[in-house]
């Protein structure tokens, strides 16, 4: 089932877990992810960041191998196909366009005014499609796709003032954590976490998933955090299996065999991560 995110993480905030969103990368990774989420039960969203979007073909040929996977695997768990970092708004009307029910627009790069106003804009354009729409502020540092940025933490009027004017639905405040890997112990700032979780009453988004202790995610959660992104793990646990797998097959070059030796490492960091977020069982 197609979903926005809308119900999926208002339910997950009355319940206290949160919904994974694991990035995809190819029809292989889409096709592993749906299974396991359907297997143990899980809502999940697919994200889709600008980078895998020109990798696969495009926009559209995106959201037509998501539908098609979910139609033909019977996948009936809620599944949001969602742009990760949308970096314009004509990024994020192409998606709309194009049948994602989810977009993020991060003009966390823009001063706080510009970012209210883009994100407005968009929010007035995803509104009539039924798209929910994630923002970001402050700024999430680290490297993703290749684009390396600096942490800023984002500020709690800040955090206020920019979910009343834009009415965003969900909301990734920067608060310490990075995209790829961390430099030591990741140290997010839960007192204002949960303090933007309660004066915004806007559900919270978690960006840099990876290398996050357990016990951090955990009390993200418990600060308002209702959607987890994982992107980097996965790509690690599964280019680790591949290469083991070449080292111990040389001769093989069938691809699909190369390509699906790498299954059961995502398959099993999927499972791994919906228990720890607590969304089995939850779709
Ligand atoms: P990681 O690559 O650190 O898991 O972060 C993913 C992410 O936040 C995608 O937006």
Same mark, same amino acid.
């Given at each position: 089932?197609?979903?926005?995110?809308?119900?999926?993480?208002?339910?997950?905030?009355?319940?206290?877990?949160? +919904?994974?969103q694991?990035?995809?990368?190819?029809?292989?990774? #889409?096709?592993?992810?749906?299974?396991?989420?359907?297997?143990?039960? /899980? *809502? +999940?969203?697919? @994200?889709?960041?600008?980078?895998?979007?020109?990798?696969?073909?495009?926009?559209?040929?995106?959201?037509?191998?998501?539908?098609? $996977?979910?139609?033909? $695997?019977?996948?009936?768990?809620? +599944?949001?196909?969602h742009?990760?970092?949308?970096?314009s708004?004509? =990024?994020?009307?192409?998606?709309?366009?194009?049948?994602?029910? =989810?977009?993020?627009?991060?003009?966390?790069?823009?001063?706080?005014?510009?970012?209210?106003?883009? #994100?407005?804009?968009?929010?007035?354009?995803?509104s009539?499609?039924?798209?929910?729409?994630? %923002?970001?502020?402050?700024?999430?540092?680290?490297?993703?796709?290749?684009?390396?940025?600096?942490?800023?933490?984002?500020?709690?009027?800040?955090?206020?003032?920019?979910?009343?004017?834009?009415?965003?639905?969900?909301?990734?405040? %920067?608060? @310490? =954590?990075?995209?790829?890997?961390?430099?030591?112990?990741?140290?997010?700032?839960?007192?204002?976490?949960?303090?933007? /979780?309660?004066?915004?009453?806007?559900?919270?988004?978690?960006?840099?998933? #990876?290398?996050? *202790?357990?016990?951090?995610?955990?009390? %993200?959660?418990?600060?308002?955090?209702?959607?987890?992104?994982?992107?980097?793990?996965?790509?690690?646990?599964? =280019?680790?299996a591949?290469?083991?797998?070449l080292?111990?097959? *040389?001769?093989?070059?069938?691809?699909?065999?190369?390509?699906? /030796?790498?299954?059961?490492?995502?398959?099993?960091?999927?499972?791994?991560?919906?228990? $720890?977020?607590?969304?089995?069982?939850?779709?």
């Open positions: 089932m197609i979903v926005n995110m809308k119900d999926m993480l208002n339910k997950a905030k009355k319940g206290k877990y949160a +919904v994974p694991f990035n995809i990368n190819n029809l292989e990774w #889409t096709k592993y992810i749906l299974e396991e989420c359907q297997k143990n039960n /899980s *809502p +999940v969203i697919l @994200g889709v960041s600008e980078g895998a979007i020109k990798y696969i073909g495009g926009y559209s040929v995106v959201v037509s191998l998501i539908k098609e $996977l979910v139609k033909e $695997l019977k996948i009936t768990i809620p +599944v949001a196909i742009l990760d970092h949308g970096t708004i004509d =990024s994020c009307i192409k998606a709309i366009n194009a049948g994602f029910t =989810s977009v993020m627009l991060d003009a966390s790069k823009e001063i706080l005014d510009e970012n209210i106003k883009l #994100t407005k804009e968009i929010m007035r354009y995803a009539k499609f039924k798209v929910t729409v994630e %923002a970001e502020i402050g700024h999430i540092g680290g490297t993703e796709d290749n684009v390396t940025s600096n942490i800023m933490f984002a500020k709690v009027d800040e955090s206020i003032r920019f979910t009343k004017e834009t009415k965003v639905d969900f909301l990734a405040p %920067a608060l @310490g =954590s990075v995209h790829g890997l961390y430099k030591g112990e990741p140290n997010l700032d839960f007192k204002r976490m949960l303090e933007i /979780s309660i004066k915004t009453s806007t559900p919270l988004v978690l960006h840099g998933g #990876t290398g996050i *202790p357990d016990d951090k995610i955990r009390e %993200a959660i418990s600060c308002g955090i209702v959607k987890i992104n994982i992107n980097t793990e996965l790509q690690i646990v599964w =280019s680790n591949v290469k083991m797998y080292s111990n097959n *040389p001769m093989v070059y069938d691809p699909r065999k190369i390509i699906g /030796s790498g299954e059961m490492a995502i398959k099993e960091t999927v499972r791994q991560k919906i228990i $720890l977020l607590g969304s089995e069982n939850q779709a």
